[in-house]
């Protein structure tokens, strides 16, 4: 979604959290760690890829969100949403292959690191909102919150809002049991400070 981009806040029963702050950086993402429940709101690669990490690495229950909107020359195309959520026993974005490795490594670089870098030309164009799928999407997210947490009737943990059509689909999906990420035997569930993780270093 548009608004934070790179950055998470969340605030579950008695822990009120404010962490203003990119999560790319160790300082910010360490205070989610008093977190019970994280809501992903963010836009980049980067920061998906650090909380789609600490979702599995530190049992971090997360729920990511998402709105996508093709346009060409200011007219749109497509418009698609989706809901997932990141918990074990559920499939991660590495499974999904909704994580884009290049726009990870270049969301991670410092200042001088991305000035330095010679397959950089120019900065990410920003891309289109429509408010009212933003709201849809969120909608569904705390709905699939409450399925999780208090028990609401709702199985799905994956559904797509499919615009055009004016539906939203349950998504079942395995984890990829060779993901590194996600994978209980090979992967980062429950390795907390054992595994190293990936900051910016500025
Ligand atoms: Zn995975």
Partial sequence: MREGR?????????VKLS??????????A????RCD???CCTDTHGSRAVL???AYQHWL???DMGVRIDATDGQISAMAGRVQMLAPGLACLQCESLLDAEAVRRDLLTDSERQADPYIVGEASPQPAVISLNGTVA???????????VGLPARARRLNYRVAEGIVRPVATEPNPTCIVC???RGAPGQGDRWPMFWRRD
């Fill in 61 to 63: 229950p997360t729920i």
């Fill in 183 to 185: 994978s209980a035997k």
């Fill in 52 to 54: 789609n990490q600490l």
């Fill in 139 to 149: 909608s569904l997210a705390i709905t699939t919150f409450l399925a999780a947490v």
């Fill in 6 to 14: 790179g950055w998470a806040h969340c605030g579950i029963g008695p």
């Fill in 19 to 28: 962490a203003p702050g990119s999560v790319l950086h160790h300082g910010v």
């Fill in 37 to 39: 429940v994280i809501f």
């Fill in 30 to 33: 360490e205070r989610l760690f």
